[in-house]
């Protein structure tokens, strides 16, 4: 209730004749806010202005109004309706897009407005998207309903005071909120509209000074001995009260304290006699306390810390348990760098010391003795703070991490960012020679320039730690760690042996060229701190400044595109992915090394494609899914389980030979002149084995007719030898058969071999690094 009025005018007591104002209002005590009967279930606030948004409809003096609240900024908008149709709410609505955009997330009751085909294909042809509450549970909506509460209070009182409600809803708009200490209007724009109220802070602050003879001052207890060692208060002198803050993270006691602007630095300190080398820092503002970066030593009691060159100085203060250890060490903190450094140590150890910093040198002087006997020292040294600010504006740290599979990549970049604002220069010799300043970015004006092909929600780097850097000829600098996440179209065709280009567009999203130039400072990347990647070779970054138009802009509009040349390691493919496959082609050959009788020529076939259907369920796991281009890898596996396919009907067609359907049938004549001459001469198989064995045949008839004619027994002898000639023409015939199964068995097996061969080195070929011999 007192904020707006304090944030522009200033009296003695100005807080106590606001309260009674408003006691004395009638229309105030009438619409006092009550006890409220259920709890409003908020959903997540928006990550940026106007990028979520909550939309009701309430009536009030048998009119209809719309309300749309902003979930980051508070924001209101009221618009009077004359009927309560879709249309009409639409009609609304275009109004506030095309003042200040098309937001992300639209959060509505389930009113019937909201659930109609019409203003569902409005909220899906402009890609919001649509969230409604529950219709058994309709104050799950809670910033729309407490908007709506917060704006009938304020239209009521009005109606009985007979002021303008707009007035009221400017002022309302202009209130700051006690969670962000700043009011709708300046999160929405950065600075409050202009209203009846003085919007000069220049003459608010000199009166205030001339009340109570100087700039405010607060007082923080942080911590207690005993009791609470989190507990935190702040003491308001202008109406002599105390307040309880947001506790401490840790439990602490005889601990540091340092001022940085407007952020509090607690660190060290002891918790049940440990000692702690732990750090915090508290934003007043906020209320919120946050971790930083540990020191590199513990240390407790009658430490001492400064501020020097935006430095954190800690030096002295004991160490272990009890006093008997004075900690000798001084470290410094650097906010730009988030680093804790040790750096020269006292000459003589210091606990309990005084501590001055003047310019860029540290004094100390005094400490107590390592027995805490109340022995004194009036010595007294000096630490000089070297400044290496311009390391911190010239080093650039950059990480890369491809994702094939979502066709993403991932860089860890310090980017950085110049430019100059004519309002930010000054009379360095009218400042005590102060030639830069340190600021919040929240504070300044920031060019909007973003990730264009950023594959996460579009950021300006706004809500990120980075401080700028302003000198006094208005030149500001800005040094930002990102992590930045991009699309980039995965060209896999020579996969594993590719190499791959990605882009990072960096450009304006609101301005063209005619207010806002981006262009590159420096060809290419700084990679001299470059951070090696497991999987991938950086080969180098070029950059490039474009002017691109567009059909919905007028004017050109500049970005800077970095070219990110990645080259892949081979190694780890190599090992899990080409050279398996070789290994499992080669040892298909054992097919025609198995004996025929063995019959597991089959099953030991079908078990080599049962491991390339592993090797290929590995490869879709790493390969995005595309039909674009086919990968050389897939290409090599599909012809090596083509060819594994054809030795199996190889060894089939070979089998079928080895054991014909009628043994005794002698084999054709065709197949003897191919098989059992041209092809047994190719694959140097001899077949004098059969000729041998046939003559032996041949032989033994002419004695058994011998016999035949000088015998006795004729008719017996003549069966015999018939049966006799029989068995032993089957037998050449089996042998005749089994042979010309073996020169096709070898025929086969050649064949493979020399098929595998070919397709390796096709496909390695085919690769311009493996012809090159950039593996």
Same mark, same amino acid.
């Given at each position: 209730?007192?904020?707006?009025?304090?944030?522009?005018?200033?009296?003695?007591?100005?807080?106590?004749?606001?309260?009674?104002?408003?006691?004395?209002?009638?229309?105030?005590?009438?619409?006092?806010?009550?006890?409220?009967?259920?709890?409003?279930?908020?959903?997540?606030?928006?990550?940026?202005?106007?990028?979520? *948004?909550?939309?009701?409809?309430?009536? &009030?003096?048998?009119?209809?109004?719309?309300?749309?609240?902003?979930? /980051?900024?508070?924001?209101?908008?009221?618009?009077?309706?004359?009927?309560?149709?879709?249309?009409?709410?639409?009609?609304?609505?275009?109004?506030?897009?095309?003042?200040?955009?098309?937001?992300?997330?639209?959060?509505?009751?389930?009113?019937?407005?909201?659930?109609?085909?019409?203003?569902?294909?409005?909220?899906?042809?402009?890609?919001?998207?649509?969230?409604?509450?529950?219709?058994?549970?309709? +104050?799950?909506?809670?910033?729309?309903?407490?908007?709506?509460?917060?704006?009938?209070?304020?239209?009521?009182?009005?109606?009985?005071?007979?002021?303008?409600?707009?007035?009221?809803? $400017?002022?309302?708009?202009?209130?700051?909120?006690?969670?962000?200490?700043?009011?709708?209007?300046?999160?929405?724009?950065?600075?409050?509209?202009?209203?009846?109220?003085?919007?000069?802070?220049?003459?608010?602050?000199?009166?205030?000074?001339?009340?109570?003879?100087?700039?405010?001052?607060?007082?923080?207890?942080?911590?207690?001995?005993?009791?609470?060692?989190?507990?935190?208060?702040?003491?308001?002198?202008? *109406?002599?009260?105390?307040?309880?803050? !947001?506790?401490?993270?840790?439990?602490?006691?005889?601990?540091?304290? #340092?001022?940085?602007?407007?952020?509090?630095?607690?660190?060290?300190?002891?918790?049940?006699?440990?000692?702690?080398?732990? @750090?915090?820092?508290?934003?007043?503002?906020?209320?919120?306390?946050?971790?930083?970066?540990?020191?590199?030593?513990? %240390? +407790?009691?009658?430490?001492?810390?400064?501020?020097?060159?935006? +430095?954190?100085?800690?030096?002295?203060?004991?160490?272990?348990?009890?006093?008997?250890?004075?900690?000798?060490?001084?470290?410094?903190?650097?906010?730009?760098?988030?680093?804790?450094?040790?750096?020269?140590?006292? &000459?003589?150890?210091?606990?309990?010391?005084?501590?001055?910093?003047?310019?860029?040198?540290?004094?100390?002087?005094?400490?107590?003795?390592?027995?805490?006997?109340?022995?004194?020292?009036?010595?007294?040294?000096?630490?000089?703070?070297?400044?290496?600010?311009?390391? #911190?504006?010239?080093?650039?740290?950059?990480? @890369?991490?491809?994702?094939?599979?979502?066709?993403?990549?991932?860089?860890?970049?310090? @980017?950085?960012?110049?430019?100059?604002?004519?309002?930010?220069?000054?009379?360095?010799?009218?400042?005590?020679?102060?030639?830069?300043?340190?600021?919040?970015?929240?504070?300044?004006?920031?060019?909007?320039?973003?990730?264009?092909? !950023?594959?996460?929600?579009?950021?300006?780097?706004?809500?990120?730690?980075?401080?700028?850097?302003?000198?006094?000829?208005?030149?500001?600098?800005?040094?930002?760690?990102?992590?930045?996440?991009?699309?980039?179209?995965?060209?896999?065709?020579?996969?594993?042996?590719?190499?791959?280009?990605?882009?990072?567009?960096?450009?304006?999203?609101?301005?063209? !060229?005619?207010? $806002?130039?981006?262009?590159?400072?420096?060809?290419?990347?700084?990679?001299?701190?470059?951070?090696?990647?497991?999987?991938?070779?950086?080969?180098?970054?070029?950059?490039?400044?474009?002017?691109?138009? /567009?059909?919905?802009?007028?004017?050109?509009?500049?970005?800077?595109?970095?070219?990110?040349?990645?080259? %892949?390691?081979?190694?780890?493919?190599?090992?899990?992915?080409?050279?398996?496959?070789?290994?499992?082609?080669?040892?298909?050959?054992?097919?025609?090394?198995?004996?025929?009788? !063995?019959?597991?020529?089959?099953?030991?076939?079908?078990?080599?494609?049962?491991?390339?259907?592993?090797?290929?369920?590995?490869?879709?796991?790493?390969?995005?899914?595309?039909?674009?281009?086919?990968?050389?890898?897939?290409?090599?596996?599909?012809?090596?389980? *083509?060819?594994?396919?054809?030795?199996?009907?190889?060894?089939?067609?070979?089998?079928?030979?080895?054991?014909?359907?009628?043994?005794?049938?002698?084999?054709?004549?065709?197949?003897?002149?191919?098989?059992?001459?041209?092809?047994?001469?190719?694959?140097?198989?001899?077949?004098?084995?059969?000729?041998?064995?046939?003559?032996?045949?041949?032989?033994?008839?002419?004695? #058994?007719?011998?016999?035949?004619?000088?015998?006795?027994?004729?008719?017996?002898?003549?069966?015999?030898?018939?049966?006799?000639?029989?068995?032993?023409?089957?037998?050449?015939?089996?042998?005749?058969?089994?042979?010309?199964?073996?020169?096709?068995?070898?025929?086969?097996?050649?064949? /493979?071999?020399?098929?595998?061969?070919?397709?390796?080195?096709?496909?390695?070929?085919?690769?311009?690094?493996?012809?090159?011999?950039?593996?």
């Amino acid at each position: 209730m007192t904020r707006r009025p304090r944030d522009t005018v200033f009296w003695p007591a100005v807080s106590t004749e606001i309260r009674q104002l408003a006691e004395n209002c009638e229309a105030c005590q009438i619409h006092k806010p009550r006890n409220q009967e259920e709890t409003l279930k908020q959903h997540e606030e928006g990550e940026t202005a106007w990028s979520k *948004i909550g939309v009701d409809l309430f009536e &009030i003096k048998e009119r209809n109004y719309l309300v749309t609240v902003d979930y /980051y900024s508070n924001f209101i908008e009221v618009d009077n309706l004359p009927t309560t149709t879709t249309k009409q709410v639409i009609t609304k609505l275009n109004g506030h897009f095309a003042r200040y955009g098309i937001p992300i997330q639209m959060v509505t009751d389930s009113g019937s407005q909201f659930l109609s085909r019409e203003f569902k294909n409005f909220t899906r042809n402009l890609g919001i998207g649509h969230v409604t509450s529950s219709p058994h549970h309709h +104050k799950s909506n809670g910033k729309a309903e407490a908007a709506v509460k917060i704006t009938k209070t304020m239209m009521r009182k009005t109606l009985l005071n007979g002021t303008d409600q707009y007035e009221a809803l $400017l002022e309302l708009r202009n209130t700051p909120r006690q969670d962000t200490e700043a009011s709708p209007t300046e999160m929405m724009f950065g600075r409050n509209t202009r209203s009846m109220l003085p919007s000069s802070r220049t003459k608010r602050i000199r009166s205030k000074k001339e009340y109570t003879g100087g700039p405010k001052e607060e007082l923080y207890p942080i911590g207690e001995n005993s009791g609470d060692k989190r507990q935190v208060k702040k003491y308001k002198s202008n *109406i002599d009260e105390w307040e309880f803050l !947001s506790p401490m993270t840790f439990s602490r006691a005889a601990h540091c304290a #340092v001022v940085i602007g407007e952020v509090i630095y607690e660190m060290d300190g002891t918790d049940d006699n440990v000692c702690l080398r732990s @750090v915090e820092c508290y934003n007043p503002s906020r209320d919120q306390w946050s971790p930083v970066l540990d020191m590199n030593n513990a %240390r +407790k009691y009658f430490a001492a810390a400064t501020i020097s060159s935006g +430095k954190i100085i800690v030096i002295g203060g004991y160490s272990g348990m009890g006093f008997t250890r004075i900690e000798t060490t001084c470290e410094i903190f650097d906010k730009c760098l988030n680093q804790w450094s040790l750096v020269s140590s006292p &000459i003589v150890p210091r606990a309990a010391c005084g501590i001055v910093s003047v310019t860029n040198t540290v004094y100390l002087f005094g400490r107590e003795d390592i027995n805490h006997q109340r022995y004194y020292l009036n010595s007294v040294e000096c630490y000089v703070v070297q400044e290496d600010r311009k390391k #911190v504006a010239h080093s650039r740290r950059k990480k @890369v991490y491809m994702d094939e599979k979502q066709e993403v990549i991932t860089t860890n970049v310090w @980017v950085r960012q110049f430019w100059n604002d004519p309002r930010f220069s000054w009379n360095k010799a009218e400042y005590g020679n102060i030639s830069q300043i340190i600021i919040n970015p929240e504070k300044a004006w920031l060019p909007d320039v973003v990730l264009l092909n !950023s594959a996460e929600v579009m950021s300006d780097g706004r809500s990120t730690a980075a401080r700028l850097v302003v000198k006094h000829d208005g030149n500001v600098s800005r040094l930002n760690p990102v992590i930045i996440t991009s699309s980039c179209e995965i060209d896999i065709t020579f996969f594993p042996l590719d190499d791959q280009t990605c882009e990072l567009r960096f450009g304006s999203w609101s301005y063209s !060229s005619e207010f $806002l130039d981006v262009y590159p400072r420096r060809d290419g990347a700084d990679l001299s701190s470059y951070v090696e990647n497991g999987e991938w070779i950086l080969l180098g970054v070029k950059s490039e400044r474009r002017l691109l138009t /567009y059909d919905c802009c007028d004017g050109e509009f500049p970005d800077v595109t970095y070219h990110v040349q990645i080259r %892949r390691r081979t190694l780890f493919y190599m090992m899990n992915f080409i050279l398996p496959c070789v290994l499992i082609a080669v040892l298909t050959l054992l097919v025609f090394l198995l004996p025929p009788e !063995s019959g597991e020529r089959m099953s030991f076939g079908v078990t080599v494609l049962l491991s390339f259907t592993i090797l290929l369920l590995m490869l879709m796991a790493k390969l995005p899914s595309t039909s674009k281009v086919t990968p050389l890898i897939a290409v090599y596996y599909a012809c090596t389980i *083509i060819e594994v396919s054809a030795a199996m009907g190889m060894a089939c067609l070979m089998l079928r030979f080895y054991h014909p359907d009628n043994s005794s049938a002698p084999i054709p004549d065709w197949i003897r002149v191919c098989v059992l001459n041209y092809c047994a001469r190719l694959v140097r198989l001899s077949t004098s084995a059969g000729r041998v064995r046939q003559a032996q045949i041949v032989q033994e008839w002419r004695q #058994v007719r011998l016999r035949e004619n000088r015998g006795k027994e004729q008719t017996n002898m003549t069966i015999l030898t018939d049966n006799i000639f029989k068995k032993e023409e089957e037998d050449a015939m089996r042998e005749e058969w089994r042979m010309a199964a073996m020169i096709i068995n070898r025929l086969f097996a050649w064949i /493979y071999l020399i098929t595998i061969i070919i397709t390796l080195a096709a496909v390695l070929l085919k690769s311009p690094r493996f012809r090159k011999g950039e593996l």
